[in-house]
Nanobody
Framework: QVQLVESGGGSVQAGDSLRLSCAAS????????MGWFRQAPGKEREFVAS????????YYLDSVKGRFTISRDNTKNTVYLQMNSLEPEDTAVYYC????????????WGQGTQVTVSS
């Protein structure tokens, strides 16, 4: 049974930092592309960042480039999202997701962790 468990969310002030973690189990972690998505109230879920198995290829939503960094530790089956210079617009539920490299669709999802940024 595949499980993705996020942690590290919380309530912070604008300009602060948070690091989200996502621990994966039940899948060959190093073979999967890992991604972070977010969904703000009243909005659709959007892609935030992704990272391929080796960590050498990363992709970001334009609005988080230079502020967020995705990384992974294949020995711990964990993916991270370091979020710096947080803005109120970053407030959302953040979800971890996994997909096979050859598949476009993310088919495993975590339960989400809330990030709230106040001005």
């Amino acid at each position: 049974q595949v499980q993705l468990v996020e942690s590290g969310g919380g309530s912070v002030q604008a300009g602060d930092s948070l690091r989200l973690s996502c621990a994966a189990s039940g899948l060959p972690f190093s073979l999967y592309v890992m991604g972070w998505f977010r969904q703000a109230p009243g909005k659709e879920r959007e892609f935030v960042a992704s990272i391929k198995w080796s960590g050498s290829s990363t992709y970001y939503l334009d609005s988080v480039k230079g502020r967020f960094t995705i990384s992974r530790d294949n020995t711990k089956n964990t993916v991270y999202l370091q979020m710096n210079s947080l803005e109120p617009e970053d407030t959302a539920v953040y979800y971890c997701a996994a997909r096979r490299l050859a598949v476009d669709r993310y088919n495993y999802w975590g339960q989400g962790t809330q990030v709230t940024v106040s001005s």
